[in-house]
């Protein structure tokens, strides 16, 4: 069946950089697009962003832009995503999902990595 | 704050109906299509509708919903306790090039 598994929860830094990978598996990893949505503690989703596997493309929202990146390594179904210069308002789950090429809804999601930023 | 407008919470009897609204702008609601997740507590969310009023596979029947010129709507009938839930509507932004989504709404079953 269709899986992305999350790496594990993370304390950081403030200032620090962290990185999140989602191993996907069950679809052709080509085919899809993987997006990046947040949920801060109690809070709503926010979207950061997506890659296209295939070619690499991506788009970032405005509010990240200069402090995300989101890659995919086509030889092991995986997708990233990097933010820098962290700030104690970054500590939220991150959850990757699945999306369809020019639809703008996610399904499957992974089970989500909370990242801590802490002093 | 959320670009898209929802109720913060809802209750209702086992049985019931509930009906959660979702307010955006021509730059969303209004001009593109809507989606709709449940997210369980401690688990991600899971979309139950996409684009307006299409049921992925495995939804069941009781969740339907619709669009109005001006705002969509998520409808759950038959309320059971397994629906106690957040739910989240979603849309792209053409303003923001970005998925936006509302603020959730928190569906309790008394």
């Known amino acids: 069946q269709v899986q992305l598994v999350q790496s594990g929860s993370e304390v950081k830094r403030p200032g620090a950089s962290m990185r999140v990978s989602c191993q996907t598996s069950?679809?052709?990893?080509?085919?899809?697009?993987v997006a990046w949505v947040r949920q801060a503690p109690g809070q709503g989703l926010e979207w950061l962003g997506w890659?296209?596997?295939?070619?690499?493309?991506?788009q970032y929202s405005r509010k990240f832009q200069d402090r995300v990146n989101i890659t995919a390594d086509t030889s092991t179904n995986t997708a990233y995503l990097d933010l820098t210069s962290l700030r104690s308002d970054d500590t939220a789950i991150y959850f990757c999902?699945?999306?369809?090429?020019?639809?703008?809804?996610?399904?499957?999601w992974g089970q989500g990595t909370l990242v801590i930023v802490s002093s | 704050q959320s670009v898209l407008t929802q109720p913060p919470s809802l209750s209702a009897a086992p049985g019931q109906k509930v009906a959660i609204s979702c307010s955006g702008f021509n730059s969303n609601v209004v001009n593109n299509y809507v989606s709709w997740y449940q997210q369980l507590p401690g688990t991600a969310p899971k979309v139950l509708i996409y684009d307006n009023g299409n049921r992925l596979s495995g939804t069941p029947a009781r969740f339907s919903a619709s669009k109005s010129a001006t705002s969509a709507t998520l409808v759950i009938t038959a309320l059971q306790t397994g629906d106690e839930a957040d739910y989240f509507c979603a849309a792209w932004d053409r303003g923001l090039s970005a998925v936006v989504f509302g603020g959730g709404t928190k569906v309790t079953v008394l």
């Open positions: 069950g679809y052709p990893f080509f085919n899809y697009g």
């Open positions: 890659i296209t596997p295939y070619n690499g493309d991506t």
């Open positions: 999902a699945r999306s369809r090429f020019y639809s703008y809804w996610f399904d499957p």
